[in-house]
C-alpha cells in the first residue's frame, strides 16, 4: 500500500516522549502518523489533512485535550472524525463523562497497554477504510445513475429528433402540431403550418455528392431555425422537405411575409466543403402555408392545404411562398 493511499493519524501530546512511544507503538499499523505538540497545532493539522482517527492526551497547557475536542466538534469537516482521549485520568467518571460531552468516542489510559492501543487503534482504521469504500460505492452509483439518465435522455433526444440536422422529426412535429391546435382551439388565437420543400438539392447531391447533400441540409436547418422564433418548432420530415409550426400567427399576410423572407434566406448561396474544397452552391426553397383555423379546422385538412401550397409554389416558379386558398 503507498503512502499517500494510507490513512492518517493525528497523535496531540505535548511531551516529546509520549510522542515517541506513540509513534514506534503505531508503526504496527498501516497508517500515516501526523504528531501535534499542542492543542494549537492539532488545530491547525485539521485544516491540512483529513483524519481517519485523533489520539488527543487531555493534560496539555494552554488548550487542553477537552477544549480541543469541542472545537473540533463544531467544525462540519472534522466532527465526523473519532477522537480518542489519552489519559490518566481514565478511572474518574466525571472526567469522562466530561470527555464524551466534548466530542470523545472512547479513552485509553495512561501508562498505555500496547494491544488494547493496537486493537482500538485497527478497529477504527478499519471503519474508516469501510466508509470509504461506501463512499466510492455511492459515488460510482451516483456516476451511474447520471450516465443512465444522460442515455435516457439522449434516448429520448434521438426519438424525437432528426439525426442528421437535430430538427424536430415527424413524430415530434406531428405532437407539436397537435398541442398547436388544442392550445388554438382554447385560447381562439391563430396559427400557421409551412410546408418547405427544396428547390434544385437533387442536383447538389448528383454533382456534389451525399456528404455536401448533409452539409447543405444542415445549413439549411439552421437558416430555417435563425428565421423564426424560439417558440416555433422547425422539423425535417425526411428528404429535403422541411415543416414549420409558426406559433400565432397574426394572418395570412404576416404569414406571406414571413414565408418570402424564409426563401430570401435559401437562396442566399451556401459554403459546402468537397474534399477540402470549398464549393458554392445556390437552391431555393418552395413554401406553401395554411391557416388555422382560418382556412382549415382539424390536422388532416391543413396538411393537406399546406402541401397544396407549396405545389402551387413550385408550378409558379419555385423560391416563393404561397398562402393556401381553399
Known amino acids: 500500500m503507498s503512502t499517500l493511499a494510507l490513512p492518517k493519524i493525528l497523535v496531540v501530546d505535548d511531551t516529546p516522549a509520549n510522542l515517541l512511544v506513540m509513534r514506534r507503538l503505531l508503526a504496527k499499523v498501516e497508517a500515516q502518523l501526523v504528531e501535534a505538540a499542542s492543542g494549537a497545532a492539532a488545530l491547525s493539522a485539521c485544516l491540512d489533512h483529513d483524519f481517519a482517527l485523533i489520539l488527543l492526551d487531555v493534560n496539555m497547557p494552554e488548550m487542553d485535550g477537552f477544549e480541543v475536542a469541542s472545537l473540533l466538534q463544531e467544525a462540519i469537516t472534522t466532527r465526523p472524525t473519532p477522537i480518542i482521549f489519552v489519559t490518566a485520568a481514565y478511572g474518574d467518571d466525571l472526567h469522562r463523562l466530561k470527555g464524551y460531552h466534548s466530542g470523545a468516542v472512547d479513552y485509553i489510559a495512561k501508562p498505555i497497554n500496547d494491544q488494547i492501543l493496537l486493537s482500538k487503534v485497527r478497529v477504527f482504521l478499519e471503519l474508516y477504510r469501510s466508509k470509504l469504500a461506501l463512499q466510492d460505492a455511492l459515488e460510482q452509483q451516483f456516476d451511474l445513475n447520471r450516465q443512465l439518465q444522460d442515455a435516457k435522455q439522449q434516448v429520448q433526444h434521438l426519438a424525437h429528433h432528426d439525426g442528421l440536422t437535430g430538427l424536430a422529426n415527424r413524430l415530434l412535429f406531428t405532437d407539436r402540431l397537435d398541442t398547436a391546435i388544442d392550445r388554438t382551439t382554447r385560447n381562439g388565437r391563430r396559427f400557421a403550418l409551412m410546408y418547405v420543400d427544396i ?29 423564426v422564433r424560439r417558440s416555433d418548432t422547425v422539423a425535417r420530415l425526411g428528404g429535403d422537405e422541411f415543416a414549420i409550426v409558426l406559433e400565432e400567427a397574426g394572418d395570412a399576410v404576416e404569414a406571406q411575409l414571413i414565408g418570402e423572407q424564409l426563401c430570401q434566406r435559401l437562396c442566399t448561396p451556401f459554403m459546402l466543403d468537397k474534399d477540402g474544397t470549398p464549393v458554392t452552391v445556390q437552391v431555393g426553397g418552395s413554401i406553401g402555408v395554411a391557416l388555422f383555423p382560418d382556412q382549415a379546422q382539424e390536422r388532416e385538412a391543413l396538411l393537406h392545404l399546406a402541401d397544396t401550397a407549396m405545389y402551387d409554389a413550385k408550378r409558379g416558379g419555385k423560391n416563393q411562398c404561397r398562402v393556401a386558398n381553399p
Open 199 to 227: 428547390d434544385g438539392f437533387k442536383a447538389v447531391n448528383d454533382n456534389h455528392g451525399h456528404e455536401a447533400g448533409d452539409q447543405l441540409l444542415k445549413q439549411i436547418a439552421a437558416r430555417l431555425q435563425e428565421g
